[in-house]
């Protein structure tokens, strides 16, 4: 069976990496349905209604798999595509199509996990726009493991619904909820049957994890919030295959706080080009920005066949800007402006099974909050679990500028995972400094670990810069060196990595001065 997708069971979170937010055109409303408009007058629950029986439509059969020992570790997962085609996925599969479904249209999904099952539940105050409220603090770093807080916050803060319901459950045993209520023709359940057996289980069917289930019941494993660990904690989905696409609201209902926001999909893999021509849309006052601010579209489309002329439109006090405010429209498709793509700062984060833990969420977010400011120059990838494969592949496929590494240094590698849970794979210095050489688009690497200036033992002139630590660094120091040296590279475009490296070196001075000399900075690394 082709599966794409492989599932390690030791970190529950990468789930949310097999959940994308973008759906074929068969898993999205039809135009003759609003969504905005569905949500705020009937609901989050009209909403999931209409998705859930677009869902049915696809005649999707519930897979029920032999217990398999080999899975006991890990398990496959059914991508959309192979779910859609071969029409049909086991409750795993059928739970994350369905968190998919709801995060493309801008629902906040709640992944279920039990012992032998998995369902959902969807947030009724919250959204992918707006995504904080109330039971969060329940949840660390995303999950939920304590099964009082999700009983506590399930109906009351969250809709469940059984999501093998939406498919034909031939030979579902009957004792438990997702086996009974198939009255239909088809084999699945009415939508308001799917939530019956979803709340069943939270209120009859399951026991807290370590507890001995009972006749029909299951233990709690754990609850993930998805759109928490994509956002907040760089379990970004895999495969995501639309084009380079940036857009940046000011002011604006986008930024769910009438603040600044900025929004950034980076495709992976071929994509069916685009055929709009290269465009910049400025739209001010106007209902373009959703909440009467300015937004700023731009879209880096191919090539169209003739060009159209060059155009300029300004429409003043006019319905073209959609709210009676201003609207221009710039169209250089002849001539097009050539712009520079952001520059990729590939994080790459580990800490295998037995070593020291790493704050690895504290980095990621330093470098984003010293990034997030010029979307324009600057685009961050998260890599976690990062296995030597990974970066490799990474490296590839992302061409980065920077590559900036969080992990355990020994003095002759780095410790990566070994994507197994077990002990970890050490990468070692001359190996990654192959893999840097093969890949000219880099401009420097940061080694935030330990022991890591044992790199450097064949430098030169110019790029690719390396930066390593002499000796031990405490986590804190390592997070305020870098969050300095990216600060100051993004402030300025013309930045040179000395000056860049200087200000990391102060910002330790402030933060850290015990290890002001651990920061290491050596020029045309060569391994």
């Given at each position: 069976m082709p599966y794409s997708h492989e599932f390690l069971k030791t970190e529950p979170r990468a789930l949310a990496r097999f959940i994308p937010r973008a759906v074929p055109p068969a898993l999205r409303l039809p135009p003759a349905i609003n969504r905005l408009d569905l949500l705020h007058q009937e609901g989050v629950e009209a909403l999931l209604r209409e998705l859930y029986t677009l869902l049915r439509d696809q005649r999707i059969t519930c897979d029920v798999e032999p217990p398999d020992p080999a899975m006991a570790a890990r398990q496959p997962i059914r991508t959309i595509d192979t779910i859609l085609s071969e029409k049909r996925g086991t409750c795993l599969d059928l739970s994350l199509l369905f968190c998919a479904v709801c995060l493309a249209h801008d629902l906040a999904p709640l992944l279920i996990v039990l012992e032998g099952h998995a369902f959902v539940a969807v947030a009724t105050g919250r959204t992918l726009q707006q995504p904080h409220g109330e039971g969060m603090l329940a949840f660390e770093r995303g999950m939920l493991t304590?099964?009082?807080?999700?009983?506590?916050?399930?109906?009351?803060?969250?809709?469940?619904?059984?999501?093998?319901?939406?498919?034909?459950?031939?030979?579902?045993?009957?004792?438990?909820?997702?086996?009974?209520?198939?009255e239909r023709r088809d084999g699945c359940m009415s939508f308001d049957r799917a939530v019956r057996a979803g709340e069943e289980?939270?209120?009859?069917?399951?026991?807290?994890?370590?507890a001995t289930p009972?006749?029909?019941?299951?233990?709690?494993?754990?609850?993930?919030?998805?759109?928490?660990?994509?956002?907040?904690?760089?379990?970004?989905?895999?495969?995501?295959?639309?084009?380079?696409?940036?857009r940046v609201y000011l002011d604006s209902a986008h930024a769910e706080g009438g603040g600044a926001a900025s929004v950034r999909n980076q495709g992976v893999g071929e994509a069916t080009p685009s055929a709009l021509p290269d465009a910049d849309r400025l739209y001010r006052r106007s209902a373009h920005a959703e909440g009467g601010g300015d937004a700023r579209?731009?879209?880096?489309?191919?090539?169209?066949?003739?060009?159209?002329?060059?155009?300029?439109?300004?429409y003043i006090g006019s319905a073209h800007a959609e709210?009676?405010?201003?609207?221009?429209?710039l169209n250089n498709a002849l001539q097009p402006v050539a712009r520079a793509e952001p520059a990729t700062v590939l994080a790459v984060y580990a800490a295998p099974t037995g070593s020291v833990p790493l704050c690895w969420e504290r980095d990621m977010r330093a470098l984003r909050e010293a990034l997030a400011p010029y979307p324009d120059r600057f685009r961050l990838d998260?890599?976690?679990?990062?296995?030597?494969?990974?970066?490799?592949?990474?490296?590839?496929?992302?061409r980065p500028r920077y590559l900036h590494i969080f992990a355990h240094g020994v003095v002759d590698g780095i410790l990566l995972d070994d994507g197994e849970g077990g002990r970890g794979w050490k990468l070692p210095y001359p190996l990654l400094a192959e893999m840097v050489r093969a890949t000219p688009s880099l401009r420097c690497v940061l080694l935030s670990a330990c022991d890591s200036a044992y790199a450097a033992n064949a430098t030169g002139s110019g790029e690719p810069y390396l930066i390593a630590m002499?000796?031990?660094?405490?986590?804190?120091?390592?997070?305020?060196?870098?969050?300095?040296?990216?600060?100051?590279?993004?402030?300025?475009?013309?930045?040179?990595?000395?000056?860049?490296?200087?200000?990391?070196?102060?910002?330790?001075?402030?933060?850290?001065?015990?290890?002001?000399?651990?920061?290491?900075l050596a020029a045309g690394w060569r391994g």
């Open positions: 304590s099964f009082d807080a999700l009983r506590d916050q399930v109906p009351r803060l969250y809709l469940p619904v059984e999501c093998t319901g939406f498919a034909a459950g031939v030979g579902l045993d009957r004792e438990y909820p997702e086996g009974r209520g198939r289980y939270v209120n009859a069917h399951i026991v807290p994890a370590g009972g006749v029909a019941q299951r233990a709690f494993l754990y609850a993930l919030d998805i759109v928490t660990l994509q956002d907040q904690y760089g379990f970004m989905p895999v495969g995501d295959v639309l084009p380079d696409d940036t579209v731009e879209n880096q489309g191919s090539s169209v066949t003739p060009p159209p002329a060059k155009a300029r439109r300004t709210g009676g405010g201003d609207a221009t429209v998260v890599m976690p679990l990062a296995t030597p494969e990974d970066v490799q592949r990474a490296l590839v496929q992302c002499r000796g031990q660094v405490s986590v804190g120091a390592a997070i305020a060196f870098a969050k300095g040296f990216y600060e100051a590279l993004a402030a300025r475009e013309d930045t040179s990595i000395e000056a860049a490296f200087a200000q990391g070196l102060i910002r330790l001075q402030l933060i850290a001065p015990l290890y002001a000399g651990v920061p290491l």
